[in-house]
């Protein structure tokens, strides 16, 4: 093919080896916190969101991820509408975002199409801070609880 191997760029493998050191050494206290977060704000969304259910196993899930599913509320209005409050969540998986079926994750966990449909899904990361969890946790349910009363009005208003 005429092609021969080049010169490794040694600074950029031993920055790297480093970074891979660093994030090594910081995971199990990132992890903890996040952990740690991810439990408050998932115990303050049950609380205060009536009806709603922590999908997936109860403990054995990622550090930063928390996944529910909200009756009486679709998907992307909950999306659409913390987004405008300065909350950035989703409705699924990553490869199915923007889609208007509902999870097939779901789906294949048992969950009645009309129940997947009001899927969220919440991924904290390392930056994330407890501030933006206390400000999730009141701007969540308040939000899901105006689309709730949106969706009542429009359904009275159909009769």
Same mark, same amino acid.
């Given at each position: 093919?005429?092609?021969?191997?080049?010169?490794?760029?040694?600074?950029?493998?031993?920055?790297?080896?480093?970074?891979?050191?660093?994030?090594?050494?910081?995971?199990?206290?990132?992890?903890?916190?996040?952990?740690?977060?991810?439990?408050?704000?998932?115990?303050?969304?049950?609380?205060?969101?009536?009806?709603?259910?922590?999908?997936?196993?109860?403990?054995?899930?990622?550090?930063?991820? *928390?996944?529910?599913?909200? %009756?009486?509320? =679709?998907?992307?209005? &909950?999306?659409? $509408?913390?987004?405008? /409050?300065?909350? +950035?969540?989703?409705?699924?998986?990553?490869?199915? *975002?923007?889609?208007?079926? %509902?999870?097939? =994750?779901?789906?294949? &966990?048992?969950? $009645?199409?009309?129940? /997947?449909?009001? +899927?969220?899904?919440?991924?904290?990361?390392?930056?994330?801070?407890?501030?933006?969890?206390?400000?999730?946790?009141?701007?969540?349910?308040?939000?899901?609880?105006?689309?709730?009363?949106?969706?009542?009005?429009?359904?009275?208003?159909?009769?």
């Amino acid at each position: 093919r005429g092609r021969r191997a080049g010169t490794e760029n040694v600074p950029y493998i031993v920055g790297f080896a480093k970074a891979l050191e660093l994030a090594q050494s910081e995971r199990a206290a990132n992890n903890a916190r996040l952990r740690a977060q991810r439990e408050r704000l998932t115990l303050e969304l049950l609380e205060k969101i009536p009806g709603a259910e922590c999908t997936g196993h109860p403990t054995e899930r990622l550090p930063g991820h *928390a996944s529910f599913v909200i %009756p009486d509320a =679709v998907g992307d209005e &909950m999306v659409f $509408a913390l987004d405008l /409050a300065g909350v +950035a969540v989703s409705t699924g998986s990553a490869c199915t *975002a923007g889609s208007p079926e %509902p999870s097939h =994750v779901l789906a294949a &966990m048992g969950y $009645a199409p009309n129940v /997947a449909r009001g +899927a969220l899904r919440i991924t904290l990361g390392r930056d994330n801070t407890d501030a933006e969890i206390d400000a999730a946790a009141r701007v969540i349910p308040a939000t899901i609880q105006k689309i709730r009363n949106q969706n009542a009005l429009s359904f009275r208003a159909t009769i």
